[in-house]
């Protein structure tokens, strides 16, 4: 039986203060969560260490938004697996749409940060997905088996997460339909080549369609946008209901 993991990446929100008023609100609904799932949480770095302290001895992992390859060295902006390790951090997310789109990161790239993390104990998030071009085009599979295939290289499936976060539902209020992403995912839990592996489903999930998403049986959980950044939202989603 997979554990569900259900994680929030809040992107550039948050200072430390308003995680620590998130913390406040968000800790006792995940008090008596149940056992067969784990929550995550991915601030900015800057509020790391903040919502680390906030929320210790919850069960609640911490993520980073990105790692970068090397442990340290000449570059400008990045932070490395061990500086996030003295935190607490527990998962790295690689291979997000926005990055890849902003700052042009390749496949190889992020193969080389999802295997730093995993060479330093961190879990790396590794998110796949296609653009409303590709789909319309009808190279949904062909790309991410393309994202897959590179990204994975030389990992190990046992300490991974895979999410599969097509590109025009991310912030856009367009939730892939369950069945759909459901077939996405069993195809990428193929790619992979190993059943335990973890596959999420992200882009537009909300408190609405969380438990209609989780009861998908290859959707192993939700990697959540904009509705983790409401401590009530994110605990009704956390609190997802298990089909009857
Ligand atoms: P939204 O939930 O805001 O669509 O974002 C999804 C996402 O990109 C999570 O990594």
Redesign the pocket.
Known sequence: MRKAVI???W?MHMTCAEAQAFAEVFRPSVEDLPADREVVL?PPFTAIPTLSAALAGSGVRIAAQNVHWEDKGAYTGMVSAPMLLEHGVTHA?VG???PRKYYSETDEQINLRARAAQAAGLIPIL?VGESLDQREASETERVIHRQVEQGLEGIDPERLIV?Y?PIW?????KTCAADEANRICGLIRGWVGFDGVIVQY?????PATIDQLMAQPEIDGV??????LDPQGFARIANYQPPA
């Open positions: 994680a929030g990446n992107k991915a997310i997000h749409s926005e998110c999410a976060e539902a991310i912030g856009t209020g992200g882009g537009s999930v909300n990697l959540v946008g904009g509705a983790s």
